[in-house]
């Protein structure tokens, strides 16, 4: 038998990306040589791996210099229309060998590292994820900014540059730990800060009426700093725009509110500026209603529109005057995507630019405002929709507040025209919620002041049309939209699975190959786990894999009962031939979410009875995998024998992991929920494990009313289960410690997990029976 290819070896043979040249080899050595020597200050002597990375980071990144420069005069040149793709998150992950492949120079570097006796891989694991997202909603805008400059297309991702993205995950003694994501500590390579293009931004304040119109006077100016990074196109020589925006104090930060002696202090003070862009905000799916957060979200909005505004006016093609000064044509030029309600301030804020200072009449600006901006919708889920108290509002955006009053009085005297005498769907429409305190209703805000709304796939977009927004969608049904969401083959096949995208790529994909490849990613994996969590791994075990953020609507909880049931099953007949089976968990929760921490211990306690039960050896492992992140999807996903996509019909708005696993080959096991729909209908029903309860039946039962004790009477296997967790049989030294959990299962379920463990148990068998068959 021959000896097993190195990596190195390997990625050599790739036919797909062609054989390096030997004068880009010689020039990218020569480029890594001169960046060692004169960007980092280092010869071979001294240089540590980081200083390597770093060193082949900046000469990749050189190769998108010219590229960027001229896909940017282009626009200016063409004036084509320009999409702004406005994100709290964007989940970008490492860059470097995105990069290498979408400009086609990987073959070219691994043979120049490889002649200078490094390891490419090594390198590329020194790179720090840009964590600047929580999950589904940051990844997605990624993916857009990868796919759009794949297309050519003239757009720009606006964020923030988080100082610190999404904690990084510990897990100890079985619970979940935080740590701070201090991902610029060694540097950043690939963006550029472009202090030149520095924004005031305003906050507080008082709005005063003057002859020459409303002003908004005596507020306080944080900077906005944009540090840009280059998007590159799959091999088309588009180089587009990520812009990020830093938050810094101005010179005289509260210097003039203090005597020379408070001058230290006053300095000092330049952090309350600074924090608006110190931290992501760590929530998936859920609205923290906090001022510095609302600062985020007007920070990032007024920087853009400024920028947008400037570039709108300055570019050179299609109008006679150096300068524009009409807005007549700015909707035909710019398009703002607002990704969730969380940039919704975009409406106001441009209602402000163009009434207060550009001078528009109302009308006019309100017609500019709304054929400018669109809203995607992210969630259904109540706990996730914004609505920010109005005290605070006042206090924040003096200005705004008066012109969202005016939004909703213009919405609701149309709304009073159209259904005369309809008070309840006046009170049901209106962007101010009444109560204590009065709330602005962000989602009303975008829907009301966007031309099209879109769900982010085809049940989820029924959904906002028939429930969330039905009164919306009554009167302007022509604004709605769906949109699937989808993953960049670039980064979920090409980069993390190389092998699968050549088998694809050549004619005639010959199953066993496949199937060999298949077996080495899974070893591959199974090396990484046995290293990392020390635990022997039967690789020849169905790799069952569930990696998301924890949220109850998405149901760990299920896939644990299944575990404990087949734990159960290994332990009354111990004799009896199991398929084996390694269950990997990973995903953070939210820090302030405690049933999802408790999930985390749940899983890991689990975990520990199982492992270290010698009755279920390497028939069964549950794993924990920690700091879930897209440089460890990239690892687990194409290992992956199946893909648990499990949360209850209705509440996964999409869902792209779904896609990620199946793009690499991995079977689905889930549920009639967000794109798995449309997954299912492509790929064919019987190709999928599809079970549970439809959409129609969970609306049913929030009828008639879900009994969680009903299933437990009825279902001994569940009721085993429940009762080992309940009394302590994966906590032994702490025997009430899941109690929360049990509580909450059986009384008070919102996501419905025993109405669907039956279906799931029996779905779970089919994959037994299907994998002893050799299809998976």
Request: glycine share 6%.
């Amino acid at each position: 038998m021959s000896s097993p290819l190195s990596d190195h070896e390997k990625r050599k043979q790739i036919s797909v990306r062609g054989i390096a040249g030997l004068g880009d080899v010689v020039e990218i050595k020569k480029s890594f040589n001169r960046h060692l020597h004169f960007t980092l200050v280092k010869d071979r002597n001294v240089a540590t791996p980081r200083d390597y990375y770093f060193a082949l980071a900046h000469t990749v990144r050189d190769h998108l210099v010219g590229r960027w420069i001229r896909t940017q005069q282009y626009y200016y040149e063409k004036d084509p229309k320009r999409i702004h793709y406005l994100s709290l998150e964007f989940y970008m992950g490492r860059t470097l060998q995105n990069t290498m492949i979408n400009l086609g120079l990987q073959n070219a570097c691994d043979e120049a590292i490889y002649q200078l006796g490094l390891d490419i891989e090594e390198l590329e694991e020194i790179e720090e994820d840009a964590g600047l997202g929580n999950g589904g909603l940051g990844r997605l805008a990624a993916c857009f900014l990868d796919s759009m400059a794949s297309l050519g297309l003239a757009a720009y991702g606006y964020g923030i540059r988080y100082e610190f993205g999404i904690f990084n995950q510990k897990i100890s003694n079985g619970w979940q730990v935080e740590e701070a994501d201090d991902w610029l500590r060694y540097g950043n390579p690939w963006e550029k800060a472009r202090p030149e293009y520095m924004l005031p931004v305003h906050f507080y304040g008082r709005v005063e009426k003057t002859a020459e119109g409303v002003k908004w006077v005596d507020t306080q100016v944080v900077l906005a700093m944009p540090y840009d990074t280059p998007v590159p196109g799959f091999k088309n020589n588009t180089v587009n725009t990520m812009r990020l925006w830093s938050a810094k104090a101005p010179i005289d930060f509260n210097l003039q509110e203090f005597n020379v002696g408070d001058y230290i202090e006053a300095v000092l003070d330049r952090n309350l500026a600074e924090n608006i862009s110190r931290v992501l905000y760590p929530n998936d799916n859920f609205f923290e209603g906090k001022e510095l957060r609302l600062k985020q979200e007007y920070f990032v909005v007024a920087a853009t529109l400024q920028d947008i505004i400037r570039r709108f006016k300055s570019s050179k093609f299609g109008c006679r005057d150096p300068v524009r000064t009409s807005f007549e044509t700015f909707p035909e030029k710019v398009a703002i995507q607002l990704n969730d309600t969380h940039p919704a301030l975009a409406i106001p804020e441009l209602m402000r630019i163009l009434v207060d200072l550009e001078k528009l009449d109302w009308d006019k600006a309100w017609e500019v405002t709304r054929q400018t901006c669109a809203y995607t919708n992210h969630t259904v889920l109540p706990e996730a929709l914004e609505r920010w108290p109005i005290d605070l509002f006042e206090k924040l955006l003096p200005r705004h507040l008066q012109i969202i009053y005016e939004i909703n009085h213009l919405h609701l005297q149309r709304i009073a025209a159209m259904f005369p005498g309809d008070n309840d769907r006046l009170r049901r429409m209106s962007l101010i919620e009444e109560g204590d305190p009065k709330r602005i209703n962000m989602a009303h805000l975008c829907v009301v002041g966007s031309h099209a709304v879109n769900g982010v796939a085809r049940i989820h977009s029924e959904i906002v049309k028939n429930t969330v927004f039905k009164d919306f969608y009554e009167v302007e049904p022509e604004k709605f939209q769906n949109k699937t969401n989808g993953i960049t083959p670039r980064r979920w096949l090409l980069l993390c699975n190389p092998g699968l995208a050549d088998l694809i790529a050549e004619s005639g994909v010959m199953a066993r190959l496949g199937k060999t490849l298949f077996e080495e990613n899974k070893q591959k994996f199974a090396a990484y786990l046995e290293k990392e969590y020390e635990v022997k791994i039967n690789h020849e075990s169905i790799f069952d894999i569930h990696v998301k953020r924890i949220h109850e609507y998405k149901r760990q909880l299920l896939n644990v009962l299944h575990i404990i049931t087949f734990y159960n099953r290994i332990k009354k007949d111990p004799s009896k031939h199991f398929v084996p089976r390694t269950v990997i968990i990973g995903g953070k929760a939210a820090p302030g979410y405690h049933m999802a921490k408790m999930i985390i211990k749940l899983i890991t306690a689990v975990g520990q009875v199982v492992n270290n039960d010698p009755v279920v050896g390497d028939r069964l492992k549950v794993i924990y995998l920690e700091n879930y992140r897209v440089s460890l999807a990239e690892k687990v996903i194409p290992a992956a024998d199946l893909s648990e996509q499990i949360s209850t019909a209705g509440t996964e708005a999409s869902g792209t992991g779904n896609m990620k696993f199946m793009l690499n080959g991995a079977l689905t096991i889930g549920t009639m929920d967000g794109a798995n729909v449309e997954m299912a209908e492509e790929a064919g029903e019987e190709n999928l494990f599809i079970f549970g309860m439809r959409v129609e039946d969970v609306d049913a039962m929030d009828q008639t009313g879900y009994n969680a004790r009903e299933y437990y009477e009825r279902l001994p296997e569940l009721r085993q289960v429940i009762d080992q967790i309940q009394t302590g049989y994966f906590s032994p030294k702490e025997h009430e410690l899941f109690k929360d959990v049990v509580n909450m299962l059986m009384n008070h379920d919102r996501f419905k997990v025993f109405a669907d463990y039956e279906a799931y148990i029996t779905c779970q068998d089919r994959v037994n029976e299907l994998y002893k068959v050799g299809y998976v």
